[in-house]
């Protein structure tokens, strides 16, 4: 099972697609490591940088509502994981986007508007680490500035077995 | 309680449900292209696994970056042509024979109705127009179809579009399906799936249900599905008539069995009434942000496009010819400075457009006949956009950068974006019908 857990990236936007995740100029690539630089490169968020000091550093992201809609590129999950960030926590997601996260053994959490807001409020007080329990299903996120909130959260018995077995191909081939 | 049409699908297709809520479906067809395959060819080697569940259930094109454009998308294409060759699949279209996928895998009678359908491609969907379940997935459902023959699904619920109405002039399945795009918003269906119906659905062709069921996605929508009926029969009946005996009535009553009962539930039901609608394209980024196009104001443009798995077909060609031809009928010809790009889905649809002269009538009109190629559509090739130019498209994605980094996509109808195209700005086809 891989670990999960660090830095923040915050993108405070609904329905960012899976084109702004990573370009389909990018998808000629064949090896998942090459789209590493592309990440983000055409979102379209007010003050976002995406060749910001985040690169190298976050190992979550925390977004909105409808997170990954559009193409069924898998590359987008792919390129957050050649970049270290290994857990999306949203309001809501895409299926197929969430779908690739999870196949790739990789969490997608949702949570309710309500906790997104009060995620994103401890912005107002530096930058924001994120831990993640994934057996005890307990998020811990701390300000720079001290400031922690706790949350639980739930994963459906299908997608914790994927996290578990560390994807689909590795659950499908042992059962079927 | 009855059933609908999905829930009959995955009442047949069922065979684990590992957890509650999750269900895994044996597949009827797998779909393979040269951008979301060579990852999951690549990882099957690496398993030691390199091996296809059922070569003939495998379908596989090259159709995004085709004939290769550089060393890169070539070797994605080589991937795909040695993988299909090596395990003996047959329907495989390659250079010469291909086309986007969306358009040449129905033609060729590869989809029926009760089918479950996945492809590593969001616009999967489009299948559903036969009364198919059919969904795009991601690289490793791909690779695990591949193997396997099964998918994991969500059991998901239906929405029931009812569609009324007689078309006005100028209104077409799409100026339809972006009505429905902007009532449901882009993620008003996510882990749905839309049924279509209605009489307006009734009276279509299998070209327009497939228009429909094509953007189901751009709603969020796992599927789009139309109930299976005489004119689903007659599509396919090249392809079914000797399994039938050669009797039609028994394929529709056969047929019949995959429609939704009349007492099963919904999620949600939405009446569209298309009587008074307006021809309409999109404005902004998102496909849910959909205006008539009389209320847009002066939209000039760069570039016409009309093609892909939404708009490439030939009835799709035919109306947009109709529309340039009545222009150079009054001498007009494209604006000067717009550039028209019109690319057949299909090599039967460009021969079929070349019979019938549609293909001379874009040439007269100083239109580029590009090959069959979903390339413009998400920026890949043949029709890139440049920052701060402007597109009237008949694709089915108006992302920032979608065809090309700072280009603007307009979605349309393949009328609305033809008459754009003489006139340099959006504007509604209608004095040109």
């Known amino acids: 099972m891989k670990t999960f857990g660090g830095p923040v990236l915050f993108l405070d936007r609904s329905d960012i697609n899976t084109d702004e995740i990573i370009p389909a100029k990018y998808l000629t690539e064949s090896k998942k490591e090459a789209l590493k630089p592309y990440l983000l490169e055409d979102l379209k968020l007010d003050g976002f940088d995406p060749a910001g000091s985040w690169r190298g550093h976050a190992k979550v992201v925390v977004t909105r509502a409808n997170f990954g809609c559009g193409s069924s590129r898998e590359h987008a999950p792919w390129a957050l994981e050649v970049n270290d960030i290994t857990c999306v ?5 895409a299926r197929i986007f969430r779908q690739n996260m999870f196949n790739g053994g990789m969490p997608a959490v949702e949570l309710s508007a309500g906790q997104i807001d009060e995620i994103f409020s401890l912005t107002n007080n530096g930058d924001v680490t994120c831990n993640i329990d994934i057996t005890g299903k307990k998020l811990t996120f701390t300000s720079s500035s001290g400031i922690t909130k706790r949350i639980d959260f739930n994963l459906s018995q299908f997608d914790n077995a994927l996290v578990e077995a560390g994807g689909w191909v590795e659950f499908a081939d042992a059962r079927y | 309680m009855g059933k609908t049409i999905t829930e009959k699908i995955f009442d047949k297709h069922k065979i684990d449900d590992p957890f509650p809520g999750t269900a895994v479906l044996s597949l009827d067809v797998v779909m393979c292209h040269e951008i979301t395959t060579p990852i999951a060819i690549a990882d099957l080697e690496w398993r030691g696994k390199d091996r ?7 379908k596989a094109v090259i159709d995004h970056v085709t004939p290769s454009k550089d060393s890169k998308s070539a070797a994605q294409a080589k991937i795909l042509r040695d993988w299909a060759r090596r395990h003996g699949i047959k329907d495989f279209f390659d250079v010469g024979s291909n086309g986007v996928c969306h358009a040449i895998f129905p033609e060729k009678g590869f989809i029926r109705p009760g089918y479950t359908v996945i492809m590593g491609d969001s616009h999967t969907c489009t299948h559903g127009a036969f009364g198919a379940f059919a969904a795009g997935v991601g690289t490793t459902d791909l690779e695990v179809g591949i193997l396997k023959g099964v998918c994991a699904f969500r059991p998901p619920e239906s929405i029931r579009v009812d569609i009324t109405g007689a078309l006005p002039k100028g209104v077409y399945a799409k100026d339809v399906i972006l009505e429905v795009i902007r009532r449901l918003t882009v993620n008003g269906a996510t882990d749905r799936v839309i049924e279509f119906r209605g009489e307006t659905v009734d009276a279509m062709s299998m070209e327009e249900r497939m228009t429909l069921c094509n953007m189901a996605i751009e709603a969020g929508g796992t599927s789009g599905l ?15 008539s000797s399994d039938y005996n050669n009797n039609i009535d028994a394929a529709v009553k056969d047929f019949a069995g995959w429609r939704s009962d009349a007492d099963a539930s919904y999620a949600a039901v939405l009446m569209v009434d298309v009587s008074k609608l307006e021809p309409a394209a999109t ?6 942000q959909v205006r008539p196009v009389k209320e847009l104001g002066d939209v000039k443009i760069d570039q016409v496009y009309i093609g892909s798995c939404t708009n490439g077909r030939i009835s799709d060609l035919r109306i947009a010819a109709s529309v340039v031809k009545s222009a150079l009928t009054n001498g007009k010809k494209l604006a000067p400075g717009v550039r028209g790009i019109v690319s057949p889905a299909t090599p039967a649809i460009y021969r079929q457009a070349l019979e019938e002269g549609l293909l001379a009538i874009f040439m007269d009109a100083g239109y580029c006949v590009a090959n069959p190629t979903c390339g413009a559509c998400l920026g890949m090739s ?31 109808s393949p009328a609305t974006a033809a008459a754009s195209g003489i006139a340099g700005r959006l504007v509604n086809p209608r004095e040109y019908l």
């Open chain 1, 89 to 93: 926590i949203a309001e809501s997601y």
């Open chain 2, 52 to 58: 296809v569940f059922d070569a003939s259930k495998i």
């Open chain 2, 226 to 240: 139309c109930m299976p009926d005489r004119v689903t029969v007659d599509y396919l009946w090249p392809f079914i």
């Open chain 2, 283 to 288: 404005v902004g980024y998102k496909p849910d």
């Open chain 2, 382 to 412: 043949t029709g890139v956009l440049a920052e701060g130019e402007i597109c009237v498209s008949t694709t089915n994605r108006n992302f920032n950068g979608r065809m090309g980094k700072g280009g603007m996509v307009h979605l349309a």
